[in-house]
């Protein structure tokens, strides 16, 4: 169970390069019709550790449907991160703007508040009740050290 309550199937498969093909055989029955979506994300998941002959470890993690609450807490932590990150970019920008006056500080922090606020909101995904969440991490140790890489995507209902 992660935040928000919200509970995820979690398979742990280990896989050598030779493996590799078998991957697409994999079958994530809990994400229902979007099962080749996912399977391809562990595919492209897997090639990018590029492990070769060193095994590699992946967690596939499949949550069940958001409901409505999970979905609100999700979007209101999104909402958190636009704020903050507007806030402090947005002061930056102030902070250089006041070279050209006390005008050009509120102009130049309102101007780049109200971007990166849009910019954080577009990039950070918005969750509706009945939306799946599909985390997938992948390690590999040995070589120059432990690699790891992870991935989600979102099943839209």
């Not at 970019?89 to 101007?111: M, Y």
């Not at 109200?114 to 985390?135: C, F, T």
């Amino acid at each position: 169970m992660g935040n928000h309550g919200i509970v995820f199937n979690v398979s742990q498969i280990t896989l050598t390069d030779s493996e590799r093909g078998r991957l697409r055989e994999l079958h994530f029955g809990e994400a229902k019709r979007a099962h080749y979506e996912v399977n391809s994300k562990v595919v492209e998941v897997y090639d990018k550790m590029q492990a070769k002959s060193l095994p590699c470890v992946m967690m596939i993690g499949i949550s069940k449907p958001l409901t409505r609450q999970q979905g609100d807490a999700l979007n209101a932590q999104r909402t958190k991160v636009a704020n903050l990150a507007a806030s402090a970019f947005g002061g930056a920008a102030g902070t250089v703007g006041g070279l050209a006056g006390p005008a050009g500080s509120v102009a130049a922090g309102t101007v780049v508040t109200a971007g990166v606020r849009s910019y954080v909101n577009d990039a950070l995904p918005a969750y509706h009740a009945g939306d799946v969440i599909v985390s997938i991490q992948a390690q590999v140790n040995g070589g120059i050290g432990p690699q790891r890489s992870s991935e989600s995507l979102i099943i839209k209902t």
